[in-house]
């Protein structure tokens, strides 16, 4: 069965500090990957997907990139946060054009 | 544009009755699908149920099942004899091929579902 795994859990960063989530799937091959934020008792906003290794497409353009160094790794970056980049990080998988996507736990970032 | 829009913000219900929650959706796209997640308090994002814009019939999976009606563009969830476990957000999300071949979830604001002992 598959599986997705995030971490870390829980994140407080300072402003103006690097920031490396990671996302990677087990138990499928040449999954389509997502990043979503979800703010405070708001829905999910798609940051970034990924087709395939190093494809990666931004649906909004902002502070933090993407990248896809392997088939079943995802990883959400910047390179300086806001305090705006607060939020619920959440990255998914899906397989087909209109197929379910399944979520991982998430990552809590809040930035001080 | 695609558009998902579920316009009741919270929800109060009795255990062990019926609940509906509604989800409206705007495409022009012929094939879509729908879905509907849960999202307890932890925040992990959990999938219920799933219906294609070709389906003849309404899906269903356990306790829930998703009463759509292609014409009137709704995709309602039913939560049959609500149990405590059941309070959480609920988002309605709608994936459209016109979006590309990404499959990417258009979500709607969420409906926050509280279950009375």
């Known amino acids: 069965s598959q599986t997705i795994h995030q971490w870390p859990a829980t994140l407080v960063q300072p402003v103006g500090s690097p920031l490396s989530l990671e996302c990677t799937v087990e138990?499928?091959?040449?999954?389509?990957l997502y990043w979503y934020r979800q703010a405070a008792g708001r829905g999910l906003q798609l940051l970034f997907y990924s087709v395939g290794i190093g494809q990666i497409s931004s649906e909004v353009p902002q502070n933090l990139s993407a990248s896809r160094p392997q088939d079943r790794q995802f990883i959400l970056s910047s390179k300086k946060l806001l305090l705006s980049d607060s939020g619920f990080y959440l990255c998914?998988?899906?397989?087909?054009?209109?197929?379910?996507?399944?979520f991982g736990p998430g990552t809590r970032l809040t930035v001080l | 544009a695609q558009k998902i829009t579920q316009t009741q913000p919270g929800m109060f219900v009795q255990e062990k009755e019926a609940v509906t929650l509604d989800c409206t959706y705007d495409t022009s796209d012929p094939s879509y699908g729908l879905f509907w997640y849960k999202q307890p308090s932890s925040g992990e994002m959990i999938f219920l149920i799933y219906?294609?814009?070709?389906?003849?019939q309404n899906a269903t999976e356990g306790r829930y099942s998703l009463n759509f009606q292609k014409a009137r563009k709704s995709a309602n969830l039913v939560i049959s004899a609500s149990q405590l476990g059941d309070s959480a957000m609920y988002f309605c999300a709608m994936s459209c091929e016109d979006r590309g071949s990404q499959g990417n979830l258009i979500f709607g604001k969420g409906t926050k579902l509280s279950v009375k002992p």
């Open positions: 998914a998988w899906g397989l087909e054009v209109t197929d379910t996507q399944y």
């Open positions: 138990g499928t091959s040449n999954p389509n």
């Open positions: 219906q294609g814009s070709y389906d003849q």
